[in-house]
């Protein structure tokens, strides 16, 4: 079958810019991985579509603003990549692209990702396919999270059941059992609520290294309340997002006079145990783990639940280990979802999201 290139884009729950990966197929078939390029959100619009999370003032029409100026954004940036590595539009069979998550109401039957699609089309020159989370909706799924076809796709095993972790915004795993359909889950926050708080007080966009949170100590009586969350309690299927945890969740839980640092590796730890119960509880056999998103440069973090798996007899690893950059990974599935649309191949991982069967995800927009 006759090779072709796909772009996916990736803009997560922490805001912080688009991530654009160029992936090569054949048919539904991966087959590498090429080349990658970011662009950072202004401080501005990071702003404006965190506003959106909560109802407000005019928000139709900001939000149809927002996916305008987003359009462009990720039309940008699938112009850079092509320019980087001298390419022409004509070279790819379609953009596969998430769009920015401002709503996610799975109870209520929605989720809302922000992009103008037939903007990115009609600057890029470029099929664009979008829309995935709908259908997955409309057959009684979460819509998320949608990467554990993908994760099984790439990193299943016939010899071992493996776990994908990624540590985003929200924190999410995918369980690949040998020979079974993979299934996963958000298990609650990743990096948000630690960025938000590094934000909050010191104004810096995260912890870089987990530095700040290392000078802390864990506050106990905080970290029980929060590991009470009755999320986390829930089963499986299941999903979140800002709607759940945020800096509005936070603040009110927080007593005067408490130190900074200790609030931040108080909240570290919170993503650490959250993850390692998830974990441990939907693949107690697991042995191995493999990591991807922005929480793996986060040092602090990854000794956390290194320490903790380790008791297990449980190793973590980078999805470089796998043949995939941890930071490409999830821009990378958008370009494989692309990919199962053209193809007319189902991309939902029904059994992670809970829809009543395989499904074609996404919508598209024909250059």
């Known amino acids: 079958m006759n090779e072709q ?6 803009s997560g729950t922490s805001m912080d810019g688009v991530d654009a990966v160029l992936v090569r197929m054949a048919g539904g078939r991966w087959l590498a991985a090429e080349a990658h390029a970011f662009l950072p959100y202004p401080g501005r619009l990071k702003s404006e579509l965190i506003d959106l999370q ?31 590595e001298r390419l022409s539009p004509q070279d790819i069979t379609a953009v596969g692209c998430h769009g920015q998550t401002v709503r996610h109401a799975p109870e209520s039957g929605y989720s809302i990702q922000l992009a103008d699609l037939a903007r990115v089309a009609e600057t890029s ?9 709908s259908r997955d909706l409309a057959a009684g799924g979460q819509g998320a999270p949608l990467v554990p076809a993908f994760h099984e796709a790439l990193f299943g095993s016939p010899h071992e059941t493996r776990v994908v972790l990624n540590i985003g915004g929200i924190a999410n795993i995918s369980v690949l059992p040998p020979g079974e359909a993979a299934y996963g889950f958000d298990t ?6 630690m960025d938000a708080w590094v934000h909050h007080i010191w104004r810096q966009p995260y912890d870089e290294n987990g530095a700040k949170a ?15 969350h009755p999320y986390l309690a829930r089963p499986y299927p299941k999903s979140t997002g800002r709607e ?12 005067d006079g408490l130190n900074p640092h200790d609030v931040l ?22 042995r191995n783990i493999y990591v991807c998103g922005g929480g793996i440069r986060n040092t602090a973090l990854m000794e956390s639940l290194s320490k903790r798996f380790a008791a297990r007899n449980t190793n973590l690893h980078s999805t470089a280990a796998l043949n995939l950059d941890p930071q490409w990974v999830e821009a990378a599935a ?30 598209g927009y024909p250059a």
Do not use: C
């Open 54 to 84: 909560n109802t407000g003032f005019n928000e139709l029409h900001r939000s149809m603003l927002l996916a305008q100026e987003l359009g462009g954004l990720y039309a940008q940036i699938v112009t850079a990549l092509l320019q980087n």
């Open 334 to 363: 958008f370009g494989w979802l692309a990919a199962a649309w053209v193809n007319r191949l189902p991309g939902n991982p029904y059994r992670a999201t809970g829809a009543r069967g395989p499904r074609v995800l996404g919508a």
């Open 214 to 228: 290392a000078e802390g100590k864990v506050l106990p009586d905080l970290l029980a309340q929060w590991l009470a």
């Open 188 to 193: 609650g926050p990743g990096n948000m609520l």
């Open 244 to 255: 759940l945890f945020s800096l509005p969740w936070l603040l009110p839980q927080l007593s």
């Open 265 to 286: 590796k108080t909240l570290l730890e919170f993503t650490a145990q959250s993850i390692y119960d998830a974990i441990t509880s939907a693949a107690p056999a697991a």
């Open 5 to 10: 290139l796909y772009i996916g884009l990736m």
């Open 125 to 133: 020159g470029i099929l664009t396919v979008g829309d995935f989370r």
